[in-house]
């Protein structure tokens, strides 16, 4: 049997995430969320998705700059966002 993939969904607004963990909920992915770019730059590391689907406007760090910071780090550099 293979292994679940890690999607990690990030978005400020808690409907969305719902929605998109409701949508995605088929047992296909291994799904974490997160809520702002703090959170999700600590999740990348400890999760390590296989695919990222973030959200732009959000507070403390935009989507823009997450994906400015993995892109920059040899260690997510490759993660798809």
């Given amino acids: 049997m293979s292994q679940k ?3 990690l969904v990030v978005d400020d607004d808690a409907m969305n995430r719902e929605l998109l963990e409701a949508f995605l909920a088929d047992g296909a992915y291994q799904i974490e969320m997160s809520y702002d770019g703090p959170s999700t730059l600590e999740k990348v590391q400890s999760f390590q998705p296989d695919l990222v689907l973030l ?3 959000m507070p403390k760090l ?3 700059e997450v ?3 993995m ?3 040899k260690e997510t ?3 798809p966002i």
């Fill in 77 to 79: 550099h490759d993660i």
């Fill in 62 to 64: 935009s989507g823009y």
């Fill in 55 to 57: 959200d732009i406007m």
């Fill in 67 to 69: 994906c400015q910071r």
């Fill in 71 to 73: 892109k920059a780090n």
């Fill in 5 to 7: 993939k890690h999607l």
